[in-house]
Structures are given as C-alpha cells and as structure tokens.
C-alpha cells in the first residue's frame, strides 16, 4: 500500500549534566594522557550526572522538547526510549520518563540497541506515524553511562558520557520530507567483543559477579574498531546508494560520536568534507543513544541544520548493531 505519510521532526529536546570530566581529570585516575585520548578518539571532555538516573535525564530533553515546540504534554500518542542504562529492569525507563514529563495519554517502551539504539527507535516510531494510527510520537536516547563504566579500566573510562536527547515525530503529507529510508543490521557475534556480562538472565547479579566486575562494560576496542569503521561506512555508502544521492547532495551527515577516526572513515569513504558533519564529541564523549539526537539538536539550534537538508544518520554499536538513515529536515 502506497505510504500517505512521513514521520518529520517536529521538535527537538537535549539535556547534558553540569558536571563536566575532562581528560585531565582522567590522568589523576587512570595511566593515561589527554593527548592519548584526543589523539585516538577526540574527545576532551564528557558530562557525569550526579544525582539522578536515565530517566531523569530522559524527562528533562523531553521537557525541553515539550516547552520549546510548544506542544501540550497531553497530546503525545507513544514514547520510544532508546537505552542500554535503563533506571531497572522493568518498569521500562519509557513509563518513567512518561510519568515525570507529563505524557498523561501515552503508552511506551524501551528499545535496546546500544549505540544505534536512536536509529532503531526512529524507525520504529517512523511506523507509526506511517501507519496513520499515531500523530504525536517521542523518541527519546538517554544513557546513564557512568553507572556502568569502570573507572578503574583506561580502556573504557574515557569514552563514555551522560546525556539525552529527544525528537518529536508527527506526520506530513510531503512524502520528500522527514524520514525516507533506513536500513538496519544486527549480528550477535558480535556481543562477544562489546558487552556487559552480569545482571541479566544469563549471569544474574552476584558476589562473584561483583567481584569479577562483570556488571560494567567491557570492550576489545581494537575488534569493535575494525567492524564499527566498516559497518558504518557501508551503511552509509547503501543507504546514499539506494536513495540514488552522492555525497555533494547530503547537507549534514549526522555520525554517531564514538570516536573521530571512525567519523572520518565514513565521511571520506561518503565523499563528505569535515564541515558538513556534525562533531560534538570532544563536548560530550560517547553517550550511547544520545549523541545522534544530541548532534540534531545542536546543530538546528546553532542555525545550522535547516529545513529542507538532506540529512544521513548513521551509527554502529554493541550488539552489533548498525544503520544509517535518510532524513530530511523538517523544521524551519
Ligand atoms: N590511555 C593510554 N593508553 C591506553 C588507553 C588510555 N586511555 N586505553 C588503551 N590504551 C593502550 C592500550 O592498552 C594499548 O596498549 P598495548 O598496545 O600496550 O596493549 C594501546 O593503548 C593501544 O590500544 P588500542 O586498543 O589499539 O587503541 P586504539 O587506537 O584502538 O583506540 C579505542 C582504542 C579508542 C577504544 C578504539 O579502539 C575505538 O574507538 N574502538 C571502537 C569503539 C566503538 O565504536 N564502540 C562502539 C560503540 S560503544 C557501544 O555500543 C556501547
């Protein structure tokens, strides 16, 4: 059946903690150097929340959505809260985030796909803006990173930050705008170089599982770079490829902030020069399902998003997991 609607942004909504660790601080914990960290991922600094978990972060951008689009509360259909730092296991961090934001009328969920978790929430919401079941659907990235890193570990201690990020999805009949495409990928082999091992049912949590550490995130940064550098690039390159669109039509590509090699790869292997893509990982380090909204709603507020960009998103996380979108901006 021919689609009648796009799901478009409608709104935008972040929020980063005070509290900033820059890389100096992590020369005073760990055996490492600010020019180590720069030079192998770009970040300087990234945000700790101190007081409050995911969800609070998770309220607080859909909050900023609410209030600077000018959308009642009471009118959102569905919320999608993309994370791998839930505040528990169940309730999902979705219903928490509807509670302390207001979403009196909403149902929800959570969506677990690590670093591409925004991009598969924006699809999955994109349906049902499609469908025409819903008009008003948030899709919101928020991780708690700090409550799973282990400070102690320099392998993995300087990624990672705190923040959230949320777009509003509502429906338009300009079938070239919004989201036009998206392809997706998951493999599980790969959840043996990126995962966190304890707490669910395979390892629940216990004496020995503290003390073996296994409740943080452990990585073989060098595996995952060799995957996350050429899944992202292909991804990229098919989702151009399929949209019949070279790199000189793409206004913005909008990476997921894991590391600036791999941001670069992808952009090159595009044809995409640096000052059309979007970088705020030296600010705010890897924050999981947050950057990529993180990345849209600075640049839009920066002036420097605008409407009718062709936009592509593309991201590669634990799972494995990847994807890129095809987006075109909708707000003015
Ligand atoms: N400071 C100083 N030295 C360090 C540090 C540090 N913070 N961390 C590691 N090193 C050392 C290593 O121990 C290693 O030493 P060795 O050669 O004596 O063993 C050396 O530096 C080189 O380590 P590499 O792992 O080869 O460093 P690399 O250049 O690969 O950079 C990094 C590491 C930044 C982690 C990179 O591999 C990376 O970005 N990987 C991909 C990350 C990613 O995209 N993850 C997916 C998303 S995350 C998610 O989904 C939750």
């Known amino acids: 059946m021919a689609k009648k609607f796009n799901a478009a942004v409608t709104g935008v909504g972040m929020f980063a903690p005070e509290k900033i660790l820059d890389n100096e601080y992590f ?55 993309a994370t791998v ?40 919401g994109a349906k049902f803006i499609e469908s025409g079941s819903y008009k008003k659907v948030i899709v919101v990235g928020t991780d708690k990173m700090s409550s799973i890193v282990d400070y102690t570990d320099r392998n993995t201690c ?9 777009v509003l999805l509502e429906p338009t009949e300009d079938l070239n705008s919004g989201l036009i495409d998206s392809k997706l990928y998951v493999d599980g082999k790969g959840s043996e170089v990126l995962n966190m091992k304890a707490g669910g049912s395979a390892l629940p949590a216990s004496h020995e599982t503290i003390d073996k550490k296994l409740h943080y995130i452990y990585q073989d940064g060098k595996a995952v770079f060799k995957v996350a550098v ?21 206004a913005w590509l909008v990476p997921h902030q894991a590391n600036l090699r791999i941001i670069d790869a992808t ?14 990982i030296q600010k705010y380090g ?27 998103l593309a991201a590669f996380g634990g799972g494995f997991t990847w994807g890129a979108s095809y987006l075109v901006w909708s707000l003015d």
Request: a negative charge.
């Open 27 to 81: 020369e005073t914990i760990v055996d490492t150097s600010h020019e180590w960290i720069i030079s192998r991922t770009g970040i300087k600094e990234r945000r700790l929340m101190e007081n409050g978990a995911s969800s609070d972060m998770g309220a607080k951008a859909v909050k900023d959505l609410l209030k600077t689009s000018g959308t009642n509360p009471e009118d959102i259909d569905l919320i999608i809260c």
């Open 85 to 124: 730092t839930p505040d528990m296991f169940f309730p999902a961090t979705a219903c928490l985030i509807a509670h302390k934001a207001g979403l009196k009328n909403a149902w929800g969920y959570d969506l677990s796909a690590a670093c591409s978790g925004f991009l598969f929430a924006l699809e999955t």
């Open 158 to 166: 300087i990624l990672f930050g705190d923040a959230a990020s949320a």
């Open 230 to 250: 050429k899944g992202m690039a292909d991804v990229a390159v098919e989702i151009l490829e399929r949209n019949n669109l070279t790199g000189d039509d793409v």
């Open 267 to 280: 952009a090159q292997r595009m044809g995409i020069p640096s000052e059309r893509v979007t970088i705020n």
């Open 286 to 312: 890897n924050t999981t399902a947050a950057t990529i909204p993180l990345c849209l709603t600075e640049y839009y507020r920066d002036g420097k998003i605008k409407k009718g960009d062709k936009l592509v």
